[in-house]
């Protein structure tokens, strides 16, 4: 249904976006954007931009009208496929793609991509998470397992749910690491201030749920720490906001503290453009002949030269680095 106002003369300087913010609370500022966008708000009988500064007396409509339910829609997008056969696939995902579609993000997920190689999906996830089983976040690459049938879903989701696969991740965190091994045992929960960040402080929106996240050192180098990490459990941001809680961020990772750019002594780094999280290796059952599969996923080259730049920032000889991830893994 259609709503209309009246701009009041207090309300004159305002931009119109930010006006009908204040006006329509049930509107998200996203939503009121994208009504914006289709023409469906009118300033005096004409459609507006957001960014009109409101002087007071216009007439101002707004129609709001719901979403379009979001859907997995099949694209043609390469993917990298680690291991496969007829129950599950593990693929290797990269930095920058989303697991699968939702508000805001309706294409260019791993799910449309799968769609896209024709691929069959379990339906456990539901329409839009066919096959999906567990996630990795958009700037973070590496192994993720995808569900085939619904047999195969049950039983990775009781395998997940039970902790009985080994993940192991490739990190690179801010500053030096006091020791050559640890364990950081913290509960995560929802930042009250911050929605989209989860933290490890005490006070969080909601219930803050046991984690444990294992690491040791594989290189220290330019002021940065190459570990290995082990995960435990699987919340939201885990490794992320656990290397945070320590003062020691994800490299690239600005949400979570870390800096824009790397320093090596005088020299400043590009901008790495994504967290240095990487999931190299996944250890677990078949779901369907109980055989152990050990799937892993090589470090992108993008990240191994990232470490050769920083060694060589700082001085140091870059095939170190080179030879120790190699001989990790």
Not at 29 to 37: G, H, K, V
């Amino acid at each position: 249904m259609k709503q209309h106002f009246l701009v009041a003369s207090e309300d004159a300087g305002l931009r119109l976006d930010r006006y009908l913010a204040a006006r329509v609370p049930e509107l998200s500022r996203t939503r009121i954007q994208e009504l914006i966008a289709a023409g469906l708000v009118r300033v005096n009988g004409a459609p507006a931009k957001g960014s009109l500064r409101l002087r007071g007396a216009e007439r101002v409509e707004i129609e709001p009208q719901p979403r379009p339910a979001p859907h997995a829609a099949p694209e043609s997008i390469p993917l990298e496929i680690l291991y496969e056969d007829d129950d599950l696939l593990v693929v290797n995902k990269p930095a920058g793609m989303i697991v699968h579609a939702g508000a805001g993000h309706p294409s260019g997920t791993l799910v449309n991509a799968l769609l896209g190689r024709g691929q069959a999906l379990s339906r456990g996830g539901g329409i839009l998470r066919p096959g999906i089983v567990h996630r990795l976040d958009k700037d973070t690459s590496g192994a993720i397992i995808v569900a085939k049938n619904d047999f195969a879903h049950a039983r990775l989701g009781d395998i997940f749910q039970r902790r009985e696969i080994s993940k192991t991740y490739i990190a690179l965190v801010e500053g030096q690491l006091p020791r050559e091994h640890g364990s950081i045992e913290l509960a995560i929960g929802r930042d009250l201030r911050r929605r989209t960040r989860m933290t490890a402080r005490k006070k969080t929106a909601g219930r803050a749920r046991e984690a444990r996240t294992d690491w040791r050192v594989l290189a220290r180098v330019g002021g940065c720490t190459l570990v290995e990490v082990q995960l435990h459990t699987g919340r939201t941001h885990q490794i992320r906001v656990h290397f945070s809680a320590l003062r020691h961020p994800v490299v690239g990772d600005t949400l979570y503290g870390a800096e824009r750019c790397e320093h090596a002594g005088k020299t400043e780094l590009p901008a790495l453009g994504r967290n240095f999280l990487h999931a190299a290796r996944l250890v677990f059952a078949h779901p369907r002949t109980g055989e152990t599969l050990d799937v892993r996923a090589p470090l992108p080259e993008s990240l191994r030269e990232y470490l050769r730049q920083l060694a060589a920032a700082a001085g140091e000889d870059p095939g170190r680095l080179d030879a120790q991830l190699d001989a990790a893994h």
